[in-house]
């Protein structure tokens, strides 16, 4: 187990080294489809392929992670390929009759699961526009900004025909949307321009504090009435801390880009409130759902510990810390990293463990899966060893 220390130094290097020489090998190894292009997630223990379906956005976050590093970290001449590899799988396959992304499709990239959301569109904007701007490749960029601007019409009906509700009955927001967004308009400002993505960043922030905020416990709700306010049912009561920390750091990059200090103590506030709602005191770790009242959740998975959770939890105190000074964020900083570190990394087959039981042991002896892939392992190591290495040389910010 690494034992949390707030030296800077070695800390960044713990987490850079397990990037280069843990994470990004094991997905280097094991995940490239060289027949059919894209990648397998579907990876078991030691990275052995489990099931060959094909989730069309974690081949977008896999593009996506890789065009980043090769755009913000180094000129690897490997992890170009890799994204391309993919970003030639999904503009074959990737896309339905009218450009609207499909979910899942087979190894060979045919349509497996309709495009019922806009949230494979979200990552393969993400994906598209990061390649573009790291390669330069007009074709990408083109793709990027006719699937945002898809988005953008869709968003206020994000599942279309594909969703369960009847209309009228019980309206619900839903925080997913504006945290998204949130994060995909920094990600196109590139492309879109400063006013525009200005635009969308304030309708965001507005939507987040004001529909998903919880007055009283001062964490962010799943959804909400469109009014804003407590829906007292399953959906309306329902807390991810894991959602509401990682909205919380796209405010924080929101707040950095504007110099916006009330913004990024606000933010750091609800994360770190979240943390110590969502922290089990007996067995440790961030909990997978909570209720609002404290009631029995509908969730059955609730008191599972995951990957993704911890990783954004990780991500965002160390902003919180760099951009406020935040005691607190150091403190649950280290706390966080000794669970993570200590349950979900695998030192026999490399990269983490998806999902714990609330005792911490694994469920599953997966390492990838239809939602694990390659990406929030391998940005928190590289966010966290970037904000890490500027709070090394603090005059750098």
């Not at 894209?38 to 977008?60: I, N």
């Not at 799943?222 to 399953?234: I, K, R, W, Y």
Request: charge should be neutral.
């Amino acid at each position: 187990m690494v034992r949390p220390s707030m030296d800077y130094p070695t800390l960044r290097q713990i987490y850079r080294r397990a990037l280069l020489e843990d994470v990004l090998p094991f997905w280097a190894k094991h995940s490239p489809d060289e027949t059919n292009g894209g990648y397998f997630t579907c990876l078991d223990r030691s990275g052995a392929v489990y099931d060959r379906d094909k989730f069309v956005w974690l081949q977008a976050r896999q593009v996506w992670t890789h065009s980043m590093l090769y755009l913000r970290l180094e000129r690897r001449e490997s992890w170009r390929q890799m994204a391309e590899l993919g970003v030639r799988f999904l503009q074959q396959h990737g896309r339905d009759a009218d450009d609207q992304w499909y979910f899942s499709l087979t190894a060979e990239g045919r349509p497996l699961t309709a495009a019922y959301s806009i949230f494979s569109d979200c990552f393969a904007a993400m994906a598209f526009s990061q390649y573009a701007q790291a390669t330069g490749d007009g074709q990408a960029r083109e793709i990027a900004a006719s699937t945002y601007r898809s988005i953008l019409r869709r968003r206020e009906n994000p599942k279309g025909r594909f969703s369960k509700s009847v209309p009228g009955t019980r309206p619900l927001a839903s925080l997913a949307v504006p945290m998204i967004l949130s994060n995909l308009a920094l990600e196109l400002e590139w492309q879109i321009g400063a006013a525009e993505c200005d635009a969308a960043l304030d309708s965001c922030v507005d939507e987040i504090f004001r529909l998903f905020l919880d007055p009283e416990k001062q964490v962010l709700r799943e959804h909400a009435s469109p009014q804003g306010g407590l829906v007292d049912c399953f959906e309306g009561r329902l807390i991810n801390p894991g959602h509401g920390i990682e909205a919380m750091w796209f405010l924080m990059d929101i707040a950095e880009r504007r110099r916006d200090r009330s913004l990024a103590e606000r933010a750091v506030a609800v994360t770190l409130r979240t943390l110590e709602l969502g922290w089990d005191a007996d067995e440790g770790g961030i909990f997978y759902f909570l209720d609002a009242l404290a009631r029995p959740p509908q969730q059955l998975e609730w008191d599972q510990k995951l990957w993704w959770v911890h990783a954004e939890s990780l991500v965002a105190l160390l902003k919180g810390l760099r951009l406020t000074g935040s005691k607190a964020c150091a403190e649950w900083f280290e706390r966080v990293h000794a669970y993570t570190w200590g349950h979900f990394a695998d030192p026999e087959f490399g990269e983490w463990f998806g999902y714990l039981n609330r005792q911490g042991r694994p469920l599953l002896p997966l390492k990838g899966g239809k939602w694990k892939g390659c990406f929030h392992v391998p940005r928190a190591l590289f966010l966290c060893s970037e904000e890490l290495g500027k709070l090394q040389a603090p005059g750098r910010v």
